[in-house]
């Protein structure tokens, strides 16, 4: 088999929780793992570029911190951290896309189903247009 696993990351409890999964099926297919903060940048105008760097410096902390964690429990495994300027499940599709992934996985917010579906949750959303499997991981009782 060919391909990535493509991992989103937000820093929330799902992604914490998703993290280590991700980890297992990286080093279980022996794949590479992509580290993937999708952000809409702002459509507005006026302070925009400010906008778009703060979002972009967030992200490269984020997909830092996870890079790290990723390191403490795989020091081996191949891993690339990816801060995209496109909505998260968009972000999330073109990496996947680009990658030829096996799988994309993510944490689930612990969220009713009818609220994920009415708010637009990132899992929902990728659950109905991903054409590789997600696997969406519980966030967990601490939520």
């Not at 060919?2 to 099926?25: C, I």
């Not at 702002?42 to 972009?56: F, V």
């Not at 951290?81 to 990658?99: F, I, T």
């Not at 944490?107 to 994920?116: A, F, L, M, S």
């Amino acid at each position: 088999m060919t391909g990535d696993v493509v991992l989103g990351y937000d820093d929330s409890a799902g992604s914490h929780a998703a993290l280590p999964v991700a980890v297992q099926v990286a080093r279980a297919f022996a794949a590479p793992l992509a580290i993937v903060f999708g952000y809409e940048p702002n459509p507005l105008g006026g302070e925009s570029t400010d906008y778009r760097l703060q979002l972009e410096r967030l992200g490269n902390d984020m997909v830092s911190k996870a890079l790290g964690e990723v390191r403490r429990l795989a020091p081996d495994l191949a891993v690339d951290p990816l801060v995209v300027p496109l909505r998260p499940v968009d972000s999330l599709l073109e990496a996947a896309r680009e990658r030829q992934a096996l799988v994309i996985v993510v944490g689930g917010t612990g969220e009713r189903p009818i609220v994920g579906a009415v708010l637009g949750s990132v899992p929902h959303k990728l659950l109905h247009l991903s054409p590789v499997p997600v696997l969406v991981v519980p966030a967990g009782d601490d939520d």
